[in-house]
């Protein structure tokens, strides 16, 4: 009997399943859609100190210091610039970028009050990963850090650019990280012994977590709920608004009903490109994928 995958039926990132999960009308507009966001300069300084961080490991240890750390910060700003010219339009004047790269540079400082670096060697950065389940729902990523024990324990690492959530918002931001847990799990067959969230934002804080078999099976029940709201979505075109603090940071209000707008007729398009993906693909300052 010969074994073949299974057909690749649709495509998740924890990004688009955040999303659903906050708005099903936001993950509409966003994947099914496609409508244009302007660029967000919380989001784009998330990119760039995560394009310090993964290039300060590739120093020498004892030369990832924090002047090595902040000395890489404006060229990765040019570079990012210099492909994305319109970035350079977030700000309205040379002062508001100036304090723009300032918090980035505090983000940065803070991040050797959490872990020194020249005491690690990640196995790997900005790690794009995929894995189908027997579904066909293929689960896809990037982890920002990967580091492995000589004992083979693994370690799943995540920068965060904004501050700790409190204690009832702590499930939602391990969430990404199960996910992950997850797709090197089905990948791999070894669950991850430790999942981190490093926060840089506010005071600085490090979330731990244990995962277990338990963890990630639960995980992958929720994902496949997940994706059966999608398609039932799809299939009979209702994606629901809904209201929460957040809406006053969605770039959608004046299309969304629940502030007088009205949404642009449906696409004939399915969510996702559901391609396999055979080489590195540049990771985007929305962490779209």
């Known amino acids: 009997m010969s074994l073949t995958e299974p057909t690749i039926i649709g495509a998740l990132s924890p990004s688009r399943a955040g999303d659903f999960m906050t708005c099903p009308l936001l993950y509409r507009f966003r994947v099914i859609d496609r409508l244009p966001e302007p660029p967000s300069p919380a989001a784009v300084r998330g990119t760039v100190v995560h394009s310090v961080l993964e290039r300060l490991y590739d120093l020498p240890a004892p030369?990832?210091?924090?002047?090595?750390?902040?000395?890489?910060?404006?060229?990765?700003?040019?570079?990012?610039?210099?492909?994305?010219?319109?970035?350079?339009?977030?700000?309205?004047?040379?002062?508001?970028?100036?304090?723009?790269?300032?918090?980035?540079?505090?983000?940065?400082?803070r991040y050797?009050?959490?872990?020194?670096?020249?005491?690690?060697?990640?196995?790997?950065?900005?790690?794009?990963?995929?894995?189908?389940?027997?579904?066909?729902?293929?689960?896809?990523?990037?982890?920002?850090?990967?580091?492995?024990?000589?004992?083979?324990?693994?370690?799943?690492?995540?920068?965060?650019?904004?501050?700790?959530?409190?204690?009832s918002f702590e499930a939602k931001a391990l969430f990404q990280m199960k996910f992950y847990a997850l797709v090197l799990w089905r990948l791999r067959g070894s669950v991850p012994r430790l999942l981190q969230l490093m926060y840089l934002g506010g005071g600085g804080e490090i979330l731990r977590y244990a995962p277990d078999e338990a963890d990630l099976r639960a995980t992958e029940r929720?994902?496949?709920?997940?994706?059966?709201?999608?398609?039932r979505a799809l299939d009979t075109g209702e994606w629901v608004a809904?209201?929460?603090?957040?809406?006053?940071?969605?770039?959608?209000?004046?299309?969304?009903?629940?502030?007088?707008?009205?949404?642009?007729?449906?696409?004939?398009?399915?969510?996702?490109?559901?391609?396999?993906?055979?080489?590195?693909v540049p990771r985007a300052a929305t962490d779209e994928i």
Do not use: H
């Open 112 to 167: 050797f009050t959490l872990e020194d670096p020249s005491r690690l060697e990640p196995a790997e950065r900005e790690l794009y990963v995929e894995a189908v389940l027997d579904s066909g729902l293929m689960l896809r990523g990037y982890i920002d850090r990967l580091d492995v024990a000589p004992t083979g324990e693994v370690r799943v690492v995540d920068y965060k650019t904004g501050s700790a959530p409190g204690p």
């Open 63 to 109: 030369a990832r210091t924090v002047a090595a750390a902040l000395d890489l910060l404006e060229p990765q700003w040019n570079r990012l610039l210099a492909e994305e010219p319109a970035y350079g339009e977030m700000f309205a004047g040379e002062e508001e970028q100036a304090a723009w790269l300032a918090q980035a540079r505090a983000m940065l400082q």
């Open 242 to 280: 809904r209201p929460s603090r957040l809406c006053d940071w969605c770039n959608y209000k004046e299309l969304c009903p629940e502030f007088g707008g009205t949404p642009p007729p449906l696409p004939e398009r399915q969510p996702g490109d559901t391609v396999r993906r055979t080489r590195r």
């Open 222 to 231: 929720k994902v496949q709920a997940l994706w059966q709201a999608i398609e």
